[in-house]
C-alpha cells in the first residue's frame, strides 16, 4: 500500500482496539505491584474506543479529517495515565495528517514524530521506561525506513513493530521499579499492541474487526457516564470560624480585581510563550489551544496589559473583562434578597472551631464560596465523607474505574461556578484530571491527590471563602501532611525485590514500596503501620472497605493499638473496593 486512506486508517483503528480488547487481561497483569487493580490495558481500550466512536462519523472523508475526529474523541474519552499520553499521540497524528486525503510513508513518519512531541510536552516530567520511550524509539526507527523503501507503507510498520518490542524489553533497565517488579511497562506493552494491530491490517493477518463496513456508522461502545452527586444543603464544612456580612468576606480576599478573557486568531500560535508573558499580570491563568487559536483567561489588576500581550501575537476575537469584587457584592446582595446563586455551592451550616455538638451550627448566610470543589471518590464511605467536607460534586471513579478527561470535564462545567478546585484522588487519574482542566471554558486548580487519604486531608485545609488558587495551594500543602498506605490481597505470585509474594498473600504497600506479604490481614495491617511510625505522627485514621465489617475492622484497630498504644486511632468507613483497609497517618 503507497497511500492510506481516511476508511483504511478507520480500518487500522478498529483493528487497534480488537487488539487492546483481546489483550487487555495480559496489559492489565503488568502491574508493578501484583494487586488486583491494573486497569492500563482497560484504560487504552476505551480511549481508543471513545476516538472509533468520533471517527466512525467521518469515515468516507479524508484521513486528516478522519485523524481529527479520533484525536477530539481520543481527548475527551482519556482514561488513566496512559490513555492520556495515548490521546495526546493521537492529537500529534491529527496535526500531521492536517488536510490531506491521504497518507503515504513519508506523511506517517512526519505525522508520528509531531505525536511524540506532543505527547512529551504534555508531560511536565516525563518518565523513560514508560510507553513515552517506547514510542519515541518507534519513531526514532522510521526514517531510515522512510528512506530504504519509501513506497512502502508495510515495510515502515515492520520496522516499527521490530523497533517496539525492542524498546519494550529496555523498559525495566530504564525504570528501576519495572526492573523490581520484574515486567515490562504496561503502557509500552499497549503500544506495541496497536502498531502490531496496524501491521497486521496492512499485510492482512490480523483478524478482521468485529464492525463490519456496514456498521461503522453506528457508535462504538460508549463508556457510562459516572454518576455525580451534589453536596446537599445541611453537610457540615470543615470547621473554621464563620464570618457575617459585617466581617472580612471573599471580596477582600481577592488578589486580582478583574477576570480577563480573551480570545486569539492567528496563524502558528504558541501557548506557551504567551502564558509565560502573561504569568506576571496575575493568577489564575490558563491559556490553552495552540495553532491559529488561544484562549486566555487570568485574573488580573491590569487587564488592558493583557489585551496588550494578546495583541502582539495574533487578532482578538474576543474579549471579555469581569469585576470580580463587583461580582461578589451583587451576589451577595441577590443571597440576602433569596435571589439566585449563580452556581455557586449553597450556603452550608459551618461548625466553630470549639462547637459543641449538640449546639445550634450558625449559618454563614450571604458568604458565598467563590469556586466550586469537584472531588473524584470510590465507595459509599468515602462520598459521604467528601460530601460532608464540602464537595460540591462527586465523580465516581478510582482503581479499575478510572473516569474519562472527558466525565470529569462534564463534572466541571455542571457546576457553574466561575473557578473549580479538583481533586483526582488517585495517581493514575492526575493526567486526565489535568486534561479536563485544560479543556474547561473555566479556570480549573488542580490539587494533585495521589490517594484518597490524601484526598481527605486535603478539604480539611478546604476554606470555602478563600480566592480559589490560594486555597488550593493550601490544600496541596495540606495533603503532604499525611503519609498514606494500603493492605489488599496479591492476585499472583511475584518477587518484589527482596520480599517473595504468593497469590492471596495480604501486601502492604505505601507509595512506590510494597512493605510486606502476609498470611493474615492483621500481620500486613499491623506491618504497615510499623513503617509508617517511622515517618512520624502519632493520628492513625483506618478507612475499612466494602469486603470487611464494622467489627472486624474494630479488631483491627485494638491489635493496632495493643502494639503501638502511643497512637490515637479512628476508623471511617470509607466503602473502597479490592483493599480492604486504608492507611493514614499524620
Not at 510563550?273 to 490558563?286: K, Q, Y
Not at 488592558?304 to 469581569?322: A, N, Q, S, T
Not at 476554606?463 to 488558587?469: Q, R
Request: proline letters at 6%; glycine letters at 12%.
Amino acid at each position: 500500500m503507497a497511500g492510506c486512506s481516511g476508511r483504511e486508517f478507520l480500518g487500522m483503528l478498529e483493528t487497534g482496539c480488537l487488539g487492546l480488547r483481546e489483550r487487555r487481561d495480559e496489559i492489565n497483569a503488568l502491574n508493578v505491584f501484583p494487586v488486583p487493580d491494573g486497569d492500563t490495558g482497560t484504560n487504552m481500550l476505551l480511549t481508543v474506543e471513545a476516538a472509533l466512536k468520533q471517527a466512525r462519523a467521518c469515515v468516507t472523508n479524508g484521513i486528516g479529517d478522519v485523524a481529527a475526529a479520533a484525536a477530539g474523541g481520543a481527548l475527551r474519552g482519556a482514561r488513566g495515565n496512559s490513555g492520556v499520553i495515548l490521546s495526546q499521540l493521537m492529537a500529534g497524528f491529527a496535526d500531521g495528517f492536517k488536510g490531506l486525503q491521504s497518507a503515504g510513508v513519508k506523511n506517517w513518519e512526519e505525522a508520528w514524530s509531531k505525536a511524540v512531541k506532543a505527547a512529551y510536552g504534555a508531560l511536565l516530567n516525563p518518565v523513560e521506561g514508560t510507553m513515552l520511550t517506547v514510542a519515541r524509539e518507534i519513531g526514532e526507527a522510521l526514517p531510515a525506513a522512510a528512506q530504504s523503501r519509501p513506497e512502502s507503507l508495510g515495510a515502515l510498520f515492520t520496522e516499527a513493530v521490530k523497533a517496539g518490542r525492542n524498546s519494550l524489553q529496555k523498559t525495566p533497565l530504564l525504570l528501576p521499579i519495572l526492573k523490581k517488579a520484574g515486567v515490562v511497562d504496561a503502557g509500552g506493552m499497549g503500544l506495541l499492541v496497536i502498531w502490531e494491530s496496524f501491521a497486521g491490517y496492512l499485510s492482512g493477518s490480523a483478524p478482521a474487526p468485529e464492525t463490519s463496513a456496514a456498521s461503522r456508522a453506528a457508535p462504538a461502545h460508549a463508556p457510562g457516564n459516572a454518576p455525580s452527586s451534589t453536596s446537599p444543603a445541611g453537610h457540615a464544612l470543615p470547621a473554621t470560624e464563620s464570618k457575617g456580612p459585617a466581617q472580612a468576606g471573599v471580596e477582600d480576599l481577592i488578589t486580582f480585581g478583574y477576570c480577563t478573557e480573551c480570545l486569539v486568531g492567528g496563524s502558528n500560535l504558541a501557548p506557551e510563550v504567551l502564558r509565560n508573558n502573561l504569568v506576571p499580570l496575575g493568577d489564575s491563568l490558563l491559556v490553552v489551544g495552540g495553532g491559529d487559536l488561544l484562549r486566555v483567561h487570568v485574573h488580573t489588576d491590569h487587564p488592558g496589559h493583557v489585551i496588550e500581550l494578546c495583541l502582539l501575537v495574533g487578532e482578538l476575537l474576543e474579549v471579555k473583562v469581569d469585576n470580580l469584587r463587583q461580582q461578589h457584592r451583587d451576589l451577595v446582595a441577590a443571597a440576602g434578597s433569596g435571589g439566585e446563586k449563580n452556581g455557586f455551592l449553597e450556603s452550608a451550616p459551618v461548625p466553630a472551631k470549639e462547637a459543641d455538638p449538640g449546639a445550634e451550627i450558625p449559618s454563614v448566610q450571604g458568604e458565598l464560596p467563590p469556586a466550586a470543589l469537584v472531588v473524584v471518590s470510590q465507595g459509599d464511605g468515602f462520598r459521604e465523607i467528601f460530601q460532608s467536607l464540602g464537595a460540591t460534586t462527586v465523580v465516581e471513579g478510582g482503581q479499575t474505574a478510572n473516569p474519562s478527561a472527558g466525565e470529569i470535564l462534564e463534572a466541571i462545567e455542571s457546576t457553574g461556578a466561575q473557578e473549580v478546585i479538583l481533586l483526582p484522588n488517585n495517581p493514575n487519574i492526575i493526567l486526565a484530571a489535568e486534561q479536563a482542566a485544560r479543556l474547561s471554558s473555566r479556570p480549573v486548580h488542580i490539587v494533585p491527590t495521589g490517594s484518597l487519604q490524601e484526598g481527605v486531608s486535603a478539604l480539611l485545609g478546604f476554606v470555602p471563602i478563600e480566592e480559589p488558587a490560594t486555597c488550593a495551594r493550601k490544600m496541596t500543602e495540606s495533603a503532604r501532611l499525611v503519609h498514606t498506605g494500603a493492605v489488599t490481597r496479591a492476585v499472583r505470585q511475584a518477587d518484589f525485590g527482596d520480599l517473595a509474594v504468593s497469590a492471596g498473600d495480604f501486601i502492604a504497600v505505601t507509595g512506590k514500596d510494597m512493605v510486606a506479604a502476609e498470611s493474615s490481614l492483621k500481620a500486613a495491617l499491623s506491618a504497615l503501620v510499623g513503617a509508617l511510625i517511622k515517618r512520624g505522627g502519632r493520628l492513625l485514621t483506618l478507612f475499612w472497605g466494602d469486603d470487611l465489617t464494622a467489627e472486624e475492622v474494630t479488631d483491627l484497630a485494638a491489635e493496632v493499638s495493643r502494639l503501638h498504644p502511643a497512637l490515637d486511632i479512628e476508623i471511617y468507613h470509607g466503602g473502597q473496593p479490592l483493599y480492604p483497609v486504608l492507611v493514614s497517618l499524620e
